[in-house]
């Protein structure tokens, strides 16, 4: 083959990817299009939660795995940080994309937003090269400021995050701009709202205190509170959005529901902490107040869900997006369940005396983070990718539904047998290091190397090889559902 042969061949073979992929820029606004560049990163930081992951359950049960290249507390900090930065991009995303339609105007200061989108990003591969090639040595205060801030779940050194603050900042002003110059309306009030708390939660774990007892009650308001009361909500806002778009439901069924869960999550949200704080030193009703609140803050959306279905199916409405009405039914029982169930499972004073910082709150929190969050971006995901394609029918019986089929089964299937092998671990821990061994380290020891203990956490590597299987289906069916279709939505419903 000549060179000329060779170029030919070259630039058919780009063409036919680009086909294959086949997606328009032209249908997406400007918001939109900034609310895509949110949903890639989002896609790849979910690719390395799961990574780092299944590298740190390996660990669990080859303990000398990578062991002095890439040690457990690294990849276990890198896993839960690409968790939470993962979902905040969708969460992002998703604001941006509906932003437009639903104040009725161009974004303002789209600019400003783009920048603060490479800013971020910038910023969040910065901090994850940090975590996995400068984690050694002592800690000081130029360490807090640029290597690690040394706190649990929130490790991001100080400049990254003040960095984060003035990203939500710069959202927030957006957000608020752009309906101020536009419309306003339930949606938009609630959103503006939670966003203030988005922004102002986060400051609470940027200051240090000398009583352990106030460090600790600060410090479970970003980890618990920022994301039980602000991302609930938000999810909320996204959720009631999704299912006007997806199957024409009125809107005052969805912001009654709204308003309903801002009243549950600000209020039992708030309360609900107290099953963490009698922990570190605070009163002891607390346990009661928080062990009860905890349980009622999924309930309003699962209601506006299941009442959305009800309405949707009463009127006959028709439904476009199999995979995205999937996904947010997902949501809702994954939402109730991880979150509500799960959570109150271990919240309850008597039972979290033997259970609290066991597997069972991993369990937990496998659960209610896939299930409350993760789902509804993916749901999102579908919503985003068919107005992409052009506005083409995404039904369950058209061309390759078995990948995103598949997607959702090996997901959903992979999250849940690791809660249930987490699940099984807890309880023996529970029983060996905490009930029998008193809480000592002999009896921590005991319970690690019980063959109970040992078998869930083969298991709980097993489900998330599912997981992850499910993940790299999920990526290519994103890739090229719709690529084939040449019907348009508006063509069927009205034929």
Same mark, same amino acid.
């Given at each position: 083959?000549?060179?000329?042969?060779l170029?030919?061949?070259?630039?058919?073979?780009?063409?036919?990817?680009?086909?294959?992929?086949a997606?328009d820029?032209?249908?997406?606004?400007p918001?939109q299009?900034?609310? $895509?560049?949110y %949903? *890639?990163?989002?896609?790849?930081?979910?690719? +390395?939660?799961? &990574?780092?992951?299944?590298?740190? /359950?390996?660990?669990?049960i080859?303990?000398?795995?990578?062991?002095?290249?890439?040690?457990?507390s690294?990849n276990?900090m890198?896993?839960?940080?690409?968790?939470?930065?993962?979902?905040?991009?969708g969460?992002?995303?998703c604001t941006?994309?509906?932003?437009?339609?639903?104040?009725?105007?161009?974004?303002?200061?789209?600019?400003?937003?783009e920048l603060?989108?490479?800013?971020?990003?910038?910023?969040?591969?910065?901090?994850?090269l940090?975590?996995?090639?400068?984690?050694?040595?002592?800690?000081?205060?130029?360490?807090l400021?640029?290597?690690?801030?040394?706190r649990?779940?929130?490790?991001?050194?100080?400049?990254?995050?003040?960095?984060?603050?003035?990203?939500?900042l710069?959202?927030?002003?957006?957000? $608020?701009?752009t %309906? *101020?110059?536009?419309?306003w309306?339930?949606? +938009?009030?609630v &959103?503006?709202?939670?966003?203030? /708390?988005?922004a102002g939660?986060?400051?609470?774990?940027?200051?240090y205190?000398?009583?352990?007892?106030?460090?600790?009650?600060?410090?479970?308001?970003?980890?618990?509170?920022w994301?039980?009361?602000?991302?609930?909500?938000?999810?909320?806002?996204?959720?009631?959005?999704?299912?006007?778009?997806?199957?024409g439901?009125?809107?005052?069924?969805?912001?009654t529901?709204?308003y309903?869960?801002v009243?549950?999550?600000?209020?039992?949200?708030i309360?609900?902490?107290?099953?963490?704080?009698?922990?570190?030193?605070?009163?002891?009703?607390w346990?009661?107040?928080?062990?009860?609140?905890?349980?009622?803050?999924?309930?309003?959306?699962?209601?506006?869900?299941?009442?959305?279905?009800?309405?949707?199916?009463?009127h006959?409405?028709?439904? *476009?997006?199999?995979?995205?009405?999937?996904?947010i039914?997902?949501?809702?029982f994954?939402?109730?369940?991880?979150?509500?169930?799960?959570?109150?499972?271990?919240?309850l004073?008597?039972i979290?005396?033997?259970?609290?910082?066991?597997?069972?709150s991993?369990s937990h929190?496998?659960?209610?983070?896939?299930?409350?969050?993760?789902t509804?971006?993916?749901?999102?995901?579908?919503l985003a990718?068919?107005?992409?394609?052009?506005?083409?029918?995404m039904?369950?019986g058209?061309?390759?539904a078995?990948?995103?089929?598949?997607?959702?089964?090996l997901?959903n299937?992979?999250?849940l047998?690791?809660?249930?092998?987490?699940l099984?671990?807890?309880?023996?821990?529970s029983?060996?290091?905490?009930?029998t061994?008193?809480?000592?380290?002999g009896?921590?020891f005991a319970?690690?190397?019980?063959?109970?203990?040992?078998?869930?956490m083969?298991?709980?590597?097993?489900?998330?090889?599912?997981?992850?299987?499910g993940?790299?289906?999920?990526?290519?069916?994103?890739?090229?559902?719709?690529k084939?279709?040449?019907?348009?939505?508006?063509?069927?419903?009205?034929?």
């Amino acid at each position: 083959m000549n060179a000329k042969e060779l170029c030919e061949k070259s630039r058919a073979s780009m063409s036919e990817f680009k086909t294959w992929v086949a997606l328009d820029v032209s249908n997406l606004s400007p918001g939109q299009q900034l609310a $895509v560049k949110y %949903f *890639s990163v989002a896609v790849i930081l979910f690719f +390395a939660q799961l &990574l780092f992951g299944m590298i740190a /359950a390996t660990q669990f049960i080859f303990p000398n795995f990578l062991y002095g290249w890439l040690d457990f507390s690294v990849n276990r900090m890198v896993h839960i940080n690409a968790m939470v930065v993962w979902m905040l991009y969708g969460f992002i995303g998703c604001t941006y994309w509906l932003l437009e339609e639903e104040s009725g105007t161009e974004i303002v200061g789209l600019k400003l937003g783009e920048l603060a989108f490479w800013v971020l990003t910038g910023a969040v591969t910065l901090v994850v090269l940090v975590y996995l090639l400068i984690q050694t040595g002592a800690g000081k205060d130029s360490t807090l400021w640029f290597i690690n801030e040394g706190r649990e779940y929130i490790e991001a050194p100080r400049w990254a995050d003040i960095g984060i603050v003035i990203v939500m900042l710069i959202f927030f002003y957006n957000v $608020v701009a752009t %309906f *101020s110059k536009g419309k306003w309306s339930g949606i +938009a009030g609630v &959103l503006t709202l939670d966003l203030v /708390a988005l922004a102002g939660m986060y400051t609470a774990g940027m200051f240090y205190m000398t009583n352990i007892t106030h460090e600790q009650f600060w410090w479970w308001w970003v980890i618990h509170l920022w994301v039980e009361a602000t991302w609930e909500v938000l999810v909320g806002v996204i959720m009631a959005w999704s299912l006007m778009k997806l199957l024409g439901v009125k809107r005052q069924i969805v912001t009654t529901w709204l308003y309903i869960e801002v009243a549950l999550m600000f209020g039992s949200g708030i309360l609900g902490l107290g099953h963490h704080y009698f922990w570190i030193g605070t009163p002891e009703y607390w346990l009661a107040i928080g062990g009860f609140f905890s349980a009622l803050e999924p309930i309003p959306l699962v209601a506006m869900v299941v009442h959305a279905m009800y309405d949707a199916g009463s009127h006959s409405f028709k439904n *476009s997006n199999h995979p995205a009405v999937a996904w947010i039914i997902a949501q809702a029982f994954g939402n109730f369940f991880g979150a509500g169930v799960w959570g109150f499972m271990h919240t309850l004073p008597q039972i979290n005396l033997y259970t609290h910082g066991t597997q069972w709150s991993a369990s937990h929190g496998h659960l209610a983070f896939f299930g409350a969050y993760a789902t509804i971006n993916i749901a999102f995901f579908y919503l985003a990718i068919q107005h992409w394609r052009g506005g083409v029918w995404m039904s369950g019986g058209t061309a390759n539904a078995w990948r995103w089929k598949w997607a959702l089964g090996l997901l959903n299937a992979g999250v849940l047998g690791m809660t249930i092998a987490l699940l099984i671990a807890g309880y023996e821990q529970s029983f060996i290091e905490r009930a029998t061994e008193g809480s000592s380290w002999g009896g921590y020891f005991a319970a690690q190397n019980h063959p109970s203990f040992q078998s869930a956490m083969v298991w709980r590597w097993f489900f998330g090889l599912m997981t992850f299987s499910g993940l790299i289906l999920l990526i290519w069916d994103l890739l090229t559902i719709g690529k084939d279709e040449t019907r348009k939505v508006q063509e069927i419903i009205q034929h």
